[in-house]
């Protein structure tokens, strides 16, 4: 059965940083190219961005809105996704899911509140 | 900007038929957006319906269908029941990135 479970989620400052993680179970990891989506309050799902598998390079891609402050990345030893946030605004404040595109974690909530 | 467009709300009657739709800004969408379907229940996580146009996720249940229709991608659901009620949101492939519609609220009523 594919697991995702995510963690890291909280309240920050706008400004601050905050690294997000998906434990993923149930399937290989290294072979996946994983997503993070995310879903403001009252709103609709919004893309944030993909990696590739390491033997497909690699490569993100990131949505518009988060370029250059997200990165997304991957321990395949240990079978996680990463979603490092810097530079956060409260436009940010929203629940994070990652997904294989066809499996969902649960999500984590983040807020960007002073 | 690429926009994708659903219908905001769509009715239908337990045991009726709707289709879903799924427009892209830039033109025809093809099986090379690679359209996905999900389902999200208020409170819930969403999950995946269709994949790739037309495939079905392990537990999507028979009723639903993918396909291509006239230039858009669609969602069928034929014989809907109570616990359809949800939103609905498709994406599509832009080039690596991936965009969502707005999504489409269903009521079985």
Same mark, same amino acid.
Request: proline share 4%.
């Given at each position: 059965?594919?697991?995702? =479970?995510?963690?890291?989620? /909280? ?7 905050? +690294?997000?993680?998906?434990? $993923? ?5 290294? %072979? $996946?190219?994983? +997503?993070? =989506? +995310? ?23 990131? *949505? ?11 321990? @395949? ?16 404040? $929203? ?7 066809? @499996?969902?974690?649960?999500? !984590? ?6 | 900007?690429?926009? =994708? !467009? ?8 337990? /045991? ?6 799924? @427009? ?11 359209? %996905? ?14 994949? @790739? ?8 249940? &028979? ?6 229709? *006239?230039? #858009? $991608? &669609? ?27 707005? /999504?489409? #609220?269903?009521?079985?009523?």
């Amino acid at each position: 059965e594919v697991q995702l =479970v995510e963690s890291g989620g /909280g309240l920050v400052k706008p400004g601050g940083s905050l +690294r997000l993680s998906c434990a $993923a179970s149930g399937f290989t990891f290294n %072979y $996946a190219w994983m +997503r993070w =989506v +995310r879903q403001a309050p009252g709103k609709g799902l919004e893309w944030v961005g993909r990696i590739k598998s390491k033997t497909d390079g690699e490569t993100t891609d990131y *949505a518009a809105p988060v370029k250059g402050r997200f990165t997304i990345s991957r321990d @395949d030893s240990k079978n996680t996704l990463y979603l490092q946030m810097n530079s956060l605004k409260t436009e940010d404040t $929203a629940v994070y899911y990652c997904t294989t595109g066809k @499996d969902w974690g649960q999500g !984590t909530l983040v807020t960007v509140s002073s | 900007q690429t926009v =994708v !467009t659903q219908e905001p709300s769509l009715t239908v009657s337990p /045991g009726g038929t709707v289709t879903l739709t799924c @427009d892209s800004s830039t033109g025809a969408v093809t099986s090379g957006h690679y359209p %996905y379907w999900f389902q999200q229940k208020p409170g819930q996580a969403p999950r995946t319906l269709i994949y @790739d146009t037309s495939n079905k996720h392990s537990w999507t249940p &028979a009723r639903f269908s993918g396909s291509l229709l *006239a230039g #858009k $991608a &669609a969602l069928t659901l034929s014989g809907a029941q109570p616990e359809d009620e949800a939103e609905y949101y498709c994406w599509l492939s832009y080039s690596g990135a991936r965009v969502f519609g707005g /999504g489409t #609220k269903l009521t079985v009523l």
